[in-house]
């Protein structure tokens, strides 16, 4: 790894505005690289239960939006209090991952990135096992920044039938 990229990964935020400068200057695949390996970077710690690393190296903008792999109505970053980061903090724990990049599609001012996360996680009380959710992240550019702006994952890293999808969809128990 190359000493620029080297330091963009453990810079955190400060790597994210050298991320924007990059782009601005003509390098959006640079750019959509660089935040591929530093969204596997946050995502890994999160599965530890390491939420203040998640957070240095992934802000998000003012009108973030998560769909959870829970289900669920969106979550908003305005209702991510300290509260909600304590009780992710103790949600997950002792995890690992892996990110498969499917595709990554990248302009001076926005990056999505189409991944498959694979953990090993102990996810809220649950023993450890694993985890594959597919995930589609969305970063902006902001001045000088970039700021994830939507998060999108859900659990069907794994194909089902049509019949589950369904009960799925009328909120039916499986």
């Given at each position: ?5 080297r ?21 959006a ?30 802000p ?22 300290e ?8 949600f997950f ?16 001012d ?29 970063y ?19 194909a ?15």
């Open positions: 790894m190359s000493p620029s990229r330091s963009v990964l453990v810079a955190g935020t400060a790597g994210l505005v050298s991320l924007a400068k990059t782009a601005q200057s003509g390098g695949d640079a750019a959509a690289a660089d935040l591929v390996r530093i969204s596997e970077k946050a995502n890994a710690a999160l599965m530890r239960g390491d939420v203040d690393t998640y957070r240095a190296l992934v998000r903008t003012q009108d973030f939006t998560l769909m959870s792999p829970f289900g669920g109505t969106p979550s908003r970053e305005a209702g991510f209090t509260k909600t980061w304590d009780g992710m903090r103790q724990k002792n995890g690992t991952l892996t990110q498969e990049v499917v595709e990554t599609y990248a302009s001076a926005m990056v999505v990135l189409a991944v498959i996360e694979r953990a090993r996680v102990e996810v809220g009380g649950l023993p450890a096992q694993d985890w594959a959710l597919r995930v589609t992240l969305v902006r550019r902001e001045g000088e920044e970039w700021r994830l702006a939507h998060r999108h994952a859900d659990p069907l890293g794994h089902i039938t049509l019949e589950q999808s369904a009960a799925l969809g009328r909120g039916a128990a499986s």
